[in-house]
């Protein structure tokens, strides 16, 4: 099992930048692959970033491509998607994952461990 605890997000105005973090606890959190998702009001939860378990690949959706950054620190156990110029439709709740074995990274079904999730609010 692995525990995942979100932190950092907020209310930011348009154009601001927040840090998020996902602190891991359990199984060795080095052998995972890990991601952040995102549920924006009515809609589906969404990929936005994937890491590697070593942090040397890095996948994005192509809305977040440019604007924010996944990386972690293993030796912290920790995640971290750093987002800049924020806009309106980037407001939602978002989730940390992980899993050992990934298949399509994209899928929500795919990752086998979530956190509750933290919610970040981008005003106009």
């Known amino acids: 099992q692995v525990q995942l605890v979100e932190s950092g997000g907020g209310l930011v105005q348009a154009g601001g930048s927040l840090r998020l973090s996902c602190a891991a606890s359990?199984?060795?959190?080095?052998?995972?692959?890990t991601a952040w998702f995102r549920r924006a009001p009515g809609k589906e939860r969404e990929f936005v970033a994937a890491?590697?378990?070593?942090?040397?690949?890095?996948w994005y959706a192509d809305s977040v491509k440019g604007r924010f950054t996944i990386s972690r620190d293993n030796a912290r156990n920790t995640m971290y998607l750093q987002m800049n110029s924020l806009k309106p439709e980037d407001t939602a709740v978002y989730y940390c994952?992980?899993?050992?074995?990934?298949?399509?990274?994209?899928?929500?079904?795919?990752?086998?461990?979530w956190g509750q999730g933290t919610q970040v609010t981008v005003s106009s």
């Open positions: 890491i590697s378990w070593s942090g040397s690949s890095t």
């Open positions: 359990g199984r060795t959190f080095s052998n995972y692959y």
């Open positions: 994952s992980a899993v050992r074995v990934v298949g399509n990274l994209r899928v929500a079904g795919e990752w086998d461990y």
